[in-house]
T-cell receptor, first 111, second 115 residues
Framework: GQQVMQIPQYQHVQEGEDFTTYCNSS?????IQWYKQRPGGHPVFLIQ?????EVKKQKRLTFQFGEEKKNSSLHITATQTTDVGTYFC???????????FGAGTRLFVKA | DTGVSQDPRHKITKRGQNVTFRCDPI?????LYWYRQTLGQGPEFLTY????????KSRLLSDRFSAERPKGSFSTLEIQRTEQGDSAMYLC?????????????FGPGTRLTVL
């Protein structure tokens, strides 16, 4: 069935360093969504990518969808302590019903 | 605060008891989702409503789980004869049909502990 794999599982960075998390699928993804969950909080929607090769930016965050729509990445430039949390990728099925989440990458930022 | 509320926030129960959780979505949202999240994992899809119709239910969901959304507004999730493996955070999310991006707004969740 549908499955999205995320790597790495954890990442420790020094404040100011860059961070990247990757999302991979063995099958073509209809779309990819990214969420952030702060410790003790709930997932918060960041963005959705739909088109092959799509790149979107939100301030220091850059989201990319692979040309074959089988992978995606989230890159954070110059991390800040406020970036701490778990970043999830998810695939929304066509029609927007079932959403399959990856296991997430937990980001730790040391000041 | 996303506008999605869940009640209770915490529930401790003994194995074998029934529990019911409530979710109040954002008022104009007609789509409602239930997820389960365990430590170190992403949210796991349980079921989906569009208005009052339950359109999809995960095959992972056993017959002990049932969800309703009788008037297309709030929803309840009931777990019968709870087991220790049911201990998890139960998340509700809502979204609005008709928008290109199905942005799901999550509630704070109900943390269930089964002793």
């Amino acid at each position: 069935g549908q499955q999205v794999m995320q790597i790495p599982q954890y990442q420790h960075v020094q404040e100011g360093e860059d961070f990247t998390t990757y999302c991979n699928s063995s099958t073509t993804l209809s779309n990819i969504q990214w969420y952030k969950q702060r410790p003790g909080g709930h997932p918060v929607f960041l963005i959705q990518l739909v088109k092959s090769g799509e790149v979107k930016k939100q301030k220091r965050l850059t989201f990319q969808f692979g040309e074959e729509k089988k992978n995606s990445s989230l890159h954070i430039t110059a991390t800040q302590t406020t970036d701490v949390g778990t970043y999830f990728c998810a695939e929304g099925s066509t029609g927007g019903f079932k959403t399959i989440f990856g296991a997430g990458t937990r980001l730790f930022v040391k000041a | 605060d996303t506008g999605v509320s869940q009640d209770p926030r915490h529930k401790i129960t003994k194995r074998g008891q029934n529990v019911t959780f409530r979710c109040d979505p954002i008022s104009e949202h007609n789509r409602l989702y239930w997820y389960r999240q365990t430590l170190g994992q992403g949210p796991e899809f349980l079921t989906y409503f569009q208005n009052e119709a339950q359109l999809e239910k995960s095959r992972l969901l056993s017959d002990r789980f049932s969800a309703e959304r009788p008037k297309g507004s709030f929803s309840t999730l009931e777990i019968q004869r709870t087991e220790q493996g049911d201990s998890a955070m139960y998340l509700c999310a809502s979204s609005s049909q008709g928008k290109r991006t199905d942005t799901q707004y999550f509630g704070p969740g109900t943390r269930l502990t089964v002793l």
